[in-house]
Every structure is written in C-alpha cells, then in structure tokens.
C-alpha cells in the first residue's frame, strides 16, 4: 500500500489512559484507564516520576508500519523520550509494554504539551493496540495487516476527580472551547456533584501545533551535526534531499491545515455565526488567543464608504477566543466594545496596507503603547512578551476587519511562514464574512422593501379591532408577495383585504406594491366588493399576462352588523362565533385568480353579532406539501376558536399551532409568506348613533349646530360642543350649497372618537384652497383641517361624504362617555 495514501478514520469507544505530567516529570492526573492499562492505582500514581509508572521499552524501532506519521520517517523516538524530555512538540507512536508478570502489550500513545499558568505540561493518552484493531474490524474496516492508525480517529475519554482538571479542559481536548470549558464547569457547580464522568467523542487532532516539522528539524540538524563532527568537517549550507522532505512536509501540513479550517467557517450566511467559527478555527492550533475586529458597515451588514479606514475608523470586536483561564481576557477586553486605533500602531499598518503586520515578540514599550489605548484597564501582563501577528480580513480590495493573533511566551513565535499563513487564512476568512455581510445587507433590504409595503394598520377602527401578522418565508430570500390591509370607508365601515401575489422574491413584492395601492384606491371610491375585483382584474391584465394573484375583499358596517365579501381565489375565511365560541369556514364563491379576466365575481352579504371574529390569511399559513389543504384549514378552526386574552395573543396561537403541524409532517417548517389579518367586530349600538336629515337651505346649517349640541348633551361630551357646531356649520354649509335633489344626510358616530359625516348627491369632492383677503369662499375645508384630528373626502354611489373626528374625554363610566368592555379570557 502506498505510504500516503491517507487511511480512513476510525470510530468507536476505546477506553483510554489520560495521564498528565508537570515540569517536573511526577504524575499529576491519572485517570481509571491508566490503571486498567499500566496497573497503579491513582493514589499511588500520583507524585511519582511517570516513567516508573509506563514501563515501555521506546518506539518500535523506525518501522513505518507502526508509525502514527506516515509522511514523516524517523521521527518516532519512543514514549520515554518524551517523558523524560517534556517534549515542547506533540509526539505520537506505538510502544511496548513490558513488566515482569505480565504479558507483553502493544500501546498506541500520543505525548501532547500543555502552555498554560499551571504546573502541568505534558498529556499523555494511551491505548491498547490490540483493542483498537478489534473495534476497526467491527466497523467492517479491512485491516492490512501493518497495525497503522489515522491520525484523526475518533477518541472517548473518560474523566474522573473533573473539578481540578475541567478548568485545563480546552488543553486536554484542543478543539474545545474555553466557553464550553466554562458551561461544563458551571454545570459540575450546579448539580454539586463531588465527581464528574464526562464522555465526549471528538476527533483529537495529533499534530495541534507546528511542532512535527520543527522537531524533525531541530533531529535533522542535529544529525548534520554529529557528522560534521565525525568528519571535521563544518557542513556549508547545502540544501540535502532530508532538507526538502522536511520542507515540502511542512508546507504539506500548513495546507492540510487551511483546508481544515476552509471546512470549518463558513457553513452558513448567518454573520454572527461566521464570526465566531473563525475565531474558533484558529484556537489553540495556529494560536493562544485570537481577537477579531469588523468595520461597523460589516456589522449593519451595509456598504462601505469611499477610501481606506483611517484613525477615526470605529472598530468593534466581535469576538475573543483562547485558551487562558475563563475571563481573564473578557473582563479587559469585552466584546462588542468599539474603538479607533492610531497611526502608530501595528493594528493600523495592517487595516491601511492590507498586509500582515508580524511582531515576533511585544516589547515593553509596545506594549505599554498599545495598553495606552484602553482607558482604565491594563492589558500589559495579557500582551507583553508574546508573539504577535495581525492578519487584515479582506474581500474585494476591501479591508473589512482584522485578527490579532498572539501565542504565550512558551509556544515558538510566529515566523515568516506563520505569517504567508496567516495571511491565506484570513483571505479565506474574508471572503467568507464578505458572503455573510453580503447576504445580511441583502436581507436587510428585502425586509426594509417589505415592511414599506405592508400597511401600518390602527389597531382600533371604528366599530372593530384588528390584528396583524407578516411572516417572510425561507425560499427566495425574505420578499414575498403577501399583504393585508384596513381601509376607513364612509359611513363608520372598514375594509379589510388580504392578497397574494402568485410567485416570490422582488418581483411578486412588486407587483403586489401595485395592487395594494389600487386597492386602496379603489375601495376609497366605495366601491361594491364585487366590482373593486374586477376592475382590479383588468388592471392586472393591463400590467402583465404574469401578473396573478388571489384576493378576499370584506366590507364591515358595524352599525348593520353586517359583511359583505368577495373572494378572487383566495382560501376561504374563517368567523368565530362570540356566542358559542364556534369556528366556522364561510362559504363564498371562489371566483378566478386575480389575472385570469372575463370570470364575474359575486358578492355575498353575512350577518355577524359584536363580539365575532373575522380571520383572514394566505395560503402559506395553511398549505402544507403532500398533504390536503383542508386539514390545514381544519386546524385554523381548530386554533381559532381557542380563547386568548388579547387579539395578538389569538394571532400567536394560530401561528403556534400551524407552524408545529408543519413541523410535524416532515416539512421542516414553513417554506412560503404568510399574512394573517385578524378583526374583532365589536359592533356600533344604536345609541351611539345619530342622524338627521337635512333640506337644501342655507337655513339648515344653523338647525344642524343645534342638533348636535342637543346629541352631544345627551352623551356628555359638552367639552367638545363649540368646537364640533364650529365644524358641521362648515360641511354642512358646503353641502347644502352644492346639493342637488336629494337631501343632506348629517351623522354622527360615538366610538372612542366621536366621528361626523355629511353626506350630499353631488360627485365633486371639495378641494382645500388658500383664500386671499378679499375672497368670501374657500375658507371651510381650512377651518376642519385646522381644528379636526383627521378630515377626508369620498365618493359614494350616488354622490359624496365628507367627514371629520375629533377626540372625545374619557369620562368612565359614570359619564356619558364609556368603553367597551370585554369578557375576561376571550378575545
């Protein structure tokens, strides 16, 4: 078998030795596997040196078939070199166990050192081989008889007495985070748990660090000396063929490394996430610490401005990961805090050239220099003395950020390979993040797009409350063609809508901008249902024979108590009886999608009661694939007719309940928008109603201003009499002036505002003018936009409405003015 073909990973539960050594060769840790294995029990391991305690007789000599580096020859000096030189490199081989009374044992070991403020320094795990080829047959691998193992199988370790050693977790198992470290020790604390058994399957790398090149480097050399010796002879810098396997062997490694890392960012478009897998991906394998630093457009996922940052360029830190102690960086260097950095420094060479900026060592003075820039915090004893390399975060030419990588004092300083390193893993890194800012900004003006669509609905309007809900979907982006909306009408009606746009993305949210707005041009003509459809109809043809679209058009009178609806297409609506609590699915014609032309539409008028609820939606809330509509619709009902405490609790149940029915059928949630428009018709009673009618004489206007001051006195609102006789004497001086037959009908609403209508056979709406000094017209529209809250105009059938609200006190109910009360528990 080739030498380099790489060998697949194996998996399964091996128990295995953990022992940690300190600087001084005793044994630290020794764990349950350790005895099993070498047969000391813990308290008589620990304290003694840990080469009495492994007896093994050194690597198997340099036979490549039991080495754990199958690029790397020769480099396997056995178990007890290790021990004994407290390696600085990791080292991984296969050894014999041999002690008098036992049989012989093949042990597969892996020497890793720790850097770190504790005394410990090198882990130890070990093996049995015998056992490791067993379970690799029983995955169905074919063993070719050479006794090799991947370097990245994948181990089960087994800690006991953790409460000592959770806090060195991230060094024990190199891919674990200090975070993770610290959840595991706060759950230890929690449960109060004297001993802690944690499994964990990971694949424990056995090269974390650089160390296998440098160390067969440092053999190489030393060789090269020994011959020198032997000869007399000083070598001169010839490059010998060991030199360029070592060579070529370290760049295979760094590439092997960027590959792993290029696998591990970036697995999805989410900013927040990227962030943090590219801090991870470098901690504690290339570095000890590693702060990453983004642009504030990055962030707002936004464009950047013209020219490169300078020293007011905000930077925010966006993430801090490493292996010292659990807050020993985060409470001096916080993330999401902000700040510039000067010229002088390395940190704005970097962000201004786009280079890596490499200091093998921090000086004194640099580090005082760079601690100068953080206010009432000294970060000296976490910088000074240490490695440092700052990498720019690029994409496109653009510098969106930077990394501040940093090693301990005790790990071999960043050099110029370190630095083309660093520099590829950040490109990477770059276009990555890039990818994420991209699609975030993306995101932002998909929503900002929709949002400015939809309709910022009152929840209150007269005679009914309403609630809203828009979901974006997952497909296409977050831009969809779904809407809803409530449109004031003469006579205290309300319009509701709800439509949606056949297709999704920009264009489907463009079209429905298009409709939406000659619905509500259409329905302030006042329309009949049936007629604002088909005239929506032909303008959708005009527009495009790809414009389709479904739509459900109500119109509720809550002095009649009435609905009168027409359906496009669209799935039918569901009323939720105040008296029984029933939910019932109304049963309308369908009619033909928005788009189709020549298919008449039909009106169809629907008693309600104050108290019934009106719920209206798209399709995407109640569609599931696979799967007949009319179970989706059945839990709508279903969901609808449950009681909640307000009208948005009610919408939040529906989507509850919706959503886990798509949940539950294997759909993975929900794929399309989804517009919910939900109305409670409270009803207007009669009592709160007035209305009169008026002859074509100018002398009508002052029986007008008695009438209401008459009205408002029986409901006590006599704070607002002048101002409201003031506003009627206006209108209804401008309708009797341009009437024709038919009498003026004068009304008057009491909601929570008190609303005043005017209506008249004449179709010209008045138009608000500036009247000069001499002109005796053109003065009344002025005068109700100057003291009303809110003024319109609008046809009707057979003429005109013009209408005025003005605010009403709250007096309680012991006035005359009230509010509507409600059951407790029932929306």
Not at 151 to 161: K, N, R, Y
Not at 224 to 243: L, Y
């Amino acid at each position: 078998m080739d030498r380099r073909t790489p060998q697949p990973a194996v998996t399964g539960r091996i128990p295995l030795a953990v022992v940690v050594v300190d600087g001084a060769g005793l044994v630290s840790h020794w764990s349950t596997g350790a005895r099993r294995l070498f047969g000391p029990a813990r308290e008589e391991a620990v304290g003694r040196p840990a080469t009495d305690l492994m007896p093994v007789s050194g690597a198997l000599a340099d036979d490549a078939a039991y080495t754990a580096y199958e690029s790397y020859e020769g480099l396997d000096p056995g178990l007890d070199d290790s021990l004994n030189g407290l390696t600085a490199y990791p080292a991984a081989g296969r050894a014999r166990l041999s002690e008098p009374g036992r049989a012989q044992l093949d042990v597969l070991w892996w020497a890793y050192p720790l850097v770190g403020p504790g005394s410990e320094r090198l882990l130890v795990l070990a093996a049995d081989a015998a056992q490791l080829q067993r379970e690799h047959a029983e995955d169905g691998e074919e063993d070719d008889g050479t006794g090799r193992i991947a370097p990245g199988f994948a181990l089960h370790t087994e800690f006991s007495g953790a409460e000592e050693l959770a806090g060195r977790l991230p060094e024990i198992l190199p891919s674990m985070s200090v975070g993770e470290s610290g959840r595991i020790v706060a759950q230890v604390l929690e449960l109060g748990y004297p001993v802690l058994e944690f499994s964990r399957h990971d694949r424990v790398p056995v090269t974390p660090d650089w160390g296998v090149p440098q160390r067969a480097e440092r053999r190489a050399r030393r060789r090269a000396a020994q011959a020198a010796a032997a000869t007399g002879k000083q070598p001169v810098g010839a490059r010998s063929e060991e030199n360029v396997d070592l060579e070529y062997a370290a760049v295979r490694e760094r590439l092997e490394f960027l590959n792993e890392v290029s696998g591990r960012i970036g697995s999805s478009l989410d900013l927040s996430r990227t962030i943090l897998e590219v801090s991870a991906a470098v901690v504690p394998r290339f570095t000890d610490v590693a702060g990453t630093y983004l642009r504030e457009q990055v962030i707002a996922g936004e464009g950047f401005p013209d020219g490169p940052p300078d020293a007011t360029t905000m930077w925010y830190r966006v993430a801090m990961e490493h292996v010292d102690a659990p807050g020993r960086w985060d409470d001096v260097v916080p993330v999401g805090e902000s700040m510039p950095f000067p010229v002088q420094t390395p940190f704005f060479q970097c962000m201004t050239t786009g280079d890596p900026v490499l200091v093998p060592r921090i000086s004194e003075e640099m580090g005082t220099a760079i601690a100068s820039q953080f206010e009432k915090r000294d970060i000296r004893p976490l910088i000074s003395g240490r490695s440092m390399l700052v990498v720019p975060l690029k994409a496109r030419n653009v510098v969106l950020g930077f990394m501040i990588l940093l090693r301990h004092p005790g790990r071999d300083l960043f050099n110029d390979m370190d630095r083309v390193t660093g520099a590829e893993l950040a490109a990477r890194a770059g276009l990555v993040l890039d990818n994420a800012r991209m699609y975030t900004h993306q995101e932002n003006v998909a929503e900002t797009l929709q949002d400015s669509m939809l309709p910022k609905i009152a929840p209150r309007m007269a005679g009914c409350d309403t609630a809203t809900r828009y979901l974006p979907g997952t497909l296409l982006g977050r831009v969809g063609g779904d809407w809803f909306d409530s449109i004031k009408l003469p006579g205290s009606r309300t319009a509701l809508v709800v439509g949606d746009v056949m297709g999704h993305g920009l264009n489907s949210a463009a079209m429905m901008g298009q409709l939406r707005t000659a619905v509500q041009t259409m329905a302030a003509l006042d329309l009949p249902p049936e007629q604002l459809l088909r005239n929506l109809d032909d303008l959708a043809q005009r527009l495009g024979e790809h414009y389709l679209a479904t739509c459900l058009y109500a119109v509720y009178d809550p002095i009649r108590s009435e609905l009168l609806m027409a359906n496009a297409g669209h799935i039918p609506p569901v009323v939720v009886r105040a008296a029984d609590g029933r939910s019932d699915l109304l049963d309308l014609p369908t009619g033909a999608p928005i788009g189709v032309g020549g298919v008449p539409f039909e009106s169809v008028r629907i008693p309600v009661e104050p108290g019934d609820r009106l719920i209206m939606c798209t399709d995407g809330l109640v569609e599931v694939r696979g799967e007949d509509i009319a179970v989706g619709l059945a839990t709508l009902c279903e969901s609808a007719a449950h009681p909640a405490a307000s009208m948005d609790d009610a919408c939040d149940t529906i989507i509850r309940a919706l959503a886990a029915s798509s949940w539950k059928e294997g759909q993975g949630g929900r794929k399309d928008d989804v517009a919910l428009l939900m109305a409670r018709l409270n009803g207007i009673p009669e009592q709160d109603v007035a209305a009169w009618q008026l002859a074509c004489d100018p002398r009508e206007a002052g029986r007008a201003r008695r009438l209401v001051r008459g009205q408002l006195a029986v409901w006590g609102a006599e704070e607002v009499t002048d101002q409201v006789e003031l506003l009627v004497g206006e209108v209804v001086t401008n309708a009797i002036r341009h009437a024709r037959r038919r009498p003026v009908e004068l009304r008057l609403v009491r909601t929570d505002v008190l609303l005043c209508e005017v209506e008249d056979d004449c179709h010209t709406l008045p138009a608000l003018m500036s009247a000069g000094p001499g002109d005796e017209t053109g003065r009344g529209l002025a005068v109700v936009s100057a003291l009303a809250r809110e003024w319109g105009t609008s046809r009707t059938g057979d003429g005109k409405t013009v209408w005025f609200e003005v605010p009403l006190p709250y007096q309680g109910r012991g006035g005359g003015m009230r509010r509507t009360s409600r059951a407790p528990g029932r929306a």
